[in-house]
Every structure is written in structure tokens, then in C-alpha cells.
């Protein structure tokens, strides 16, 4: 029902800047906290940034002052912004909502390399 299309990852090199997309669709988007995940080989996945329906940004102690996590609840649409990007933020980042949970989409991959 619900489906979830990452977008935007890609390679860059340390220092440099990468924006994630997310769009939505089948989804109460709006009214949902939405989340930014990410998973690299042989990790666990962790929640690196979420976004209340309000917009008030939380963001994991690794990333905080890096990331910009962002949403468009006319667009459906949750938006990661990576800066001062470091090799340890190499992974597919995913998005779902927190608390009423998707299928994981396919994610797209964040390479940061040198």
C-alpha cells in the first residue's frame, strides 16, 4: 500500500555535500513522523534524523550540525540535507514514518570517499 522512494545518493568525496529525497505515496504523510535511516555492510540499521508532522527536527549526536533534515507535507516529501560529509556516513539511506511503519523501500546509496 504504502511506498517509498529514496533518491539523491551518489558519490562524493569527504567534505562534500549530498541533498536526500523521499517521496511518500499511500501514506498519511502528513500527520506521521518521518524518518531518516541509514544501514552500511555488515551494520545494523540506525535512525540517524526524524521530523515531527509540525516539523521539529531530531537528529543522531554523529550527524548533528551536518544534517538537515526537512519535509513538504504538500509534496509528500522529506528531504535530508548532508553536508561536511565524512567516509563513516557511507551507506543506503532509507526513510519510513516512526510509528506506522512501511515495506523498507529500496534506500539509495551514500558513498563518501577520497
Known amino acids: 500500500q504504502v511506498q517509498l522512494v529514496e533518491s539523491g545518493g551518489g558519490l562524493v568525496q569527504p567534505g562534500g555535500s549530498l541533498r536526500l529525497s523521499c517521496v511518500a505515496s499511500?501514506?498519511?504523510?502528513?500527520?506521521?513522523?518521518m524518518g531518516w535511516y541509514r544501514q552500511a555492510p555488515g551494520k545494523q540499521r540506525e535512525l540517524v534524523a526524524y521530523i515531527t508532522s509540525g516539523g521539529s527536527p531530531n537528529y543522531v549526536e554523529s550527524v548533528k550540525g551536518r544534517f538537515t533534515i526537512s519535509r513538504d507535507n504538500a509534496k509528500n516529501t522529506m528531504y535530508l540535507q548532508m553536508n561536511s560529509l565524512k567516509p563513516e556516513d557511507t551507506a543506503v539511506y532509507y526513510c519510513n514514518p516512526l510509528h506506522r511503519q512501511a515495506d523498507w523501500g529500496q534506500g539509495t546509496q551514500v558513498t563518501v570517499s577520497s
Open positions: 499511500g501514506s498519511i504523510f502528513s500527520s506521521s513522523v
